[in-house]
T-cell receptor, first 116, second 114 residues
Framework: AQKVTQAQTEISVVEKEDVTLDCVYE???????LFWYKQPPSGELVFLIR??????QNEISGRYSWNFQKSTSSFNFTITASQVVDSAVYFC?????????????FGGGTRLMVKP | DADVTQTPRNRITKTGKRIMLECSQT?????MYWYRQDPGLGLRLIYY???????NKGEISDGYSVSRQAQAKFSLSLESAIPNQTALYFC?????????????FGPGTRLTVT
C-alpha cells in the first residue's frame, strides 16, 4: 500500500523568508502521480501542482517551486519570499497509475504560518 | 457559481441521528468521491463512484453509506451518527481517464456530532 508522510506538522516563518515543505512517499509502483494542494483558512482545497513519476524536472511557478527526487522518494515544495497570504495547510498526495479509481492518498498536512 | 457544491456547509447533530450530506457538480465528471479530514490525518477516502451504477468503498467506509442519484449528485449518509464522525467532509470530482487527473473539491461540510 502507498503512504505519504509530511513530517512537519507546523512551520512558522516571518514574512519574506523562504520555506520548504517536505513530502516523502512510499509506493512499489513505478508509475504514479504526485500532487500538492493548499487549504487556506477558509477551508477549501486548492490544487497547486501535479507531477508524474517519469518527469523529474523541477517546476517553478512564481514564488512556488517543487523539487521531485525519485532517488529519495521526495516531492518537496518551496515558497520563496513567503507572504502572509501563504498561511494555510498544505497537503501532498499520491495516486497510482493502476488505480482505476484515481484515489488519492494524502499526507497529514503541514500547517504554515507566515507572520508579518 | 462553484463547480462542486456541498450542502449543508455546517451541521451540528446528536448521537444516533441520521444525517445526509449532499454534493452536486456542474463539471460533467463521471467520478465522484467522499473524503473526511481529521487533524493530522489528512484526507481519507470514504466512498467513490465511477458512475451512477458503480459505487465502491474507500479506506474508511464503516458507518457511512452513499447514493449516486445522478451523474451530478452524490450523497453521503451517516445512518446513526456518533461523536467520532465529527470531521470536515469533502466531496470531489474527477474526469474519466484514470490516475493523474486532478480532483476538484467542494468547499467542505463541517459536521459536529454531540
Amino acid at each position: 500500500a502507498q503512504k505519504v508522510t509530511q513530517a512537519q506538522t507546523e512551520i512558522s516563518v516571518v514574512e519574506k523568508e523562504d520555506v520548504t515543505l517536505d513530502c516523502v512517499y512510499e509506493t512499489r509502483d513505478t508509475t504514479y502521480y504526485l500532487f500538492w494542494y493548499k487549504q487556506p483558512p477558509s477551508g477549501e482545497l486548492v490544487f497547486l501542482i501535479r507531477r508524474n513519476s517519469f518527469d523529474e524536472q523541477n517546476e517553478i511557478s512564481g514564488r512556488y517551486s517543487w523539487n521531485f527526487q525519485k532517488s529519495t522518494s521526495s516531492f518537496n515544495f518551496t515558497i520563496t519570499a513567503s507572504q502572509v497570504v501563504d498561511s494555510a495547510v498544505y497537503f501532498c498526495a499520491l495516486t497510482l497509475r493502476g488505480n482505476a479509481g484515481n484515489m488519492l492518498t494524502f499526507g497529514g498536512g503541514t500547517r504554515l504560518m507566515v507572520k508579518p | 457559481d462553484a463547480d462542486v457544491t456541498q450542502t449543508p456547509r455546517n451541521r451540528i447533530t446528536k448521537t444516533g441521528k441520521r444525517i445526509m450530506l449532499e454534493c452536486s457538480q456542474t463539471k460533467g465528471h463521471d467520478r465522484m468521491y467522499w473524503y473526511r479530514q481529521d487533524p493530522g490525518l489528512g484526507l481519507r477516502l470514504i466512498y467513490y463512484s465511477f458512475d451512477v451504477k458503480d459505487i465502491n468503498k474507500g479506506e474508511i467506509s464503516d458507518g457511512y453509506s452513499v447514493s449516486r442519484q445522478a451523474q451530478a449528485k452524490f450523497s453521503l449518509s451517516l445512518e446513526s451518527a456518533i461523536p467520532n464522525q465529527t470531521a470536515l467532509y469533502f466531496c470531489a470530482t474527477s474526469d474519466t481517464g484514470g490516475a493523474g487527473y486532478e480532483q476538484y473539491f467542494g468547499p467542505g461540510t463541517r459536521l459536529t456530532v454531540t
